[in-house]
């Protein structure tokens, strides 16, 4: 269990759908989730068991096939961790050690939360089938649009604001950030709402 995360953010992290790692800002490796080590166990992504305190980059440096690539996702990295960008996301050929060369997606996105103030990311990858040669890969995204890649425009209801997702089911704002980007969130009050809800404290603000 990582010393640098509190209880209720790793549990959060265990209970995420899909495999996570935890950095900080300097790239150094905080945490890895259950589901990480699943999925490297069942590709053969590493050798190593211990993960805690090392870089993000001994993750994938050897695996990734294209030099190219791997100098792309080591730049966009820096400015992800420099917070001149939000999200970043990219599909990349790995060889696996027992499921052949593969493509995977790889997100990165910042954990979010009001009880961990030092800055945080998580790391995420999908498999995203075997490599054909030939097949043409994605780029590289570096925003918020990339939550729904396979959708240009985002269905939300003019009315309440809920989201439909591609199973045509309406999900609330809240849900959909969650699933989509594994944003935590923890509530609060806006100012306007406060003088609507609670007009004695209304003064507390200046207009």
């Known amino acids: 269990?990582?010393?640098?995360?509190?209880?209720?953010?790793?549990?959060?992290?265990?209970?995420?759908?899909?495999?996570?790692?935890?950095i900080n800002s300097q790239g150094v490796i905080q945490f890895t989730n259950r589901k990480w080590k699943a999925f490297s166990h069942e590709y053969g992504?590493?050798?190593?068991?211990?993960?805690?305190?090392a870089y993000y980059s001994e993750l994938l440096q050897d695996v990734i096939i294209d030099s190219d690539q791997w100098a792309k996702l080591y730049d966009s990295v820096?400015?992800?961790?420099?917070?001149?960008?939000?999200?970043?996301?990219?599909?990349?050929?790995?060889?696996?050690?027992?499921?052949?060369?593969?493509?995977?997606?790889?997100?990165?996105?910042?954990?979010l939360s009001d009880y961990y103030l030092e800055a945080a990311f998580i790391i995420s990858l999908y498999d995203?089938?075997?490599?054909?040669?030939?097949?043409?890969?994605?780029?590289?995204?570096?925003?918020?649009?990339?939550?729904?890649?396979?959708?240009?425009?985002?269905?939300?209801c003019a009315s309440c604001k809920s989201i439909r997702n591609s199973k045509d089911e309406w999900i609330n704002i809240e849900h959909f950030l969650k699933h989509q980007l594994s944003l935590q969130f923890t509530h609060d009050i806006c100012p306007e709402c406060?003088?609507?809800?609670?007009?004695?404290?209304a003064r507390a603000f200046k207009n």
């Open 45 to 53: 992504l590493s050798p190593h068991k211990q993960w805690i305190g």
């Open 78 to 111: 820096k400015i992800i961790l420099r917070r001149e960008q939000q999200i970043y996301t990219s599909e990349f050929i790995i060889q696996t050690a027992y499921k052949g060369t593969r493509i995977f997606r790889l997100e990165i996105y910042p954990l």
């Open 128 to 156: 995203l089938g075997v490599f054909i040669e030939g097949t043409k890969m994605s780029g590289i995204t570096s925003s918020c649009s990339t939550c729904q890649p396979t959708q240009e425009l985002i269905p939300i």
């Open 194 to 201: 406060v003088r609507q809800l609670y007009p004695q404290y």
């Open 1 to 22: 269990m990582s010393k640098c995360l509190s209880s209720s953010i790793i549990h959060s992290l265990e209970y995420l759908t899909h495999n996570a790692v935890v």
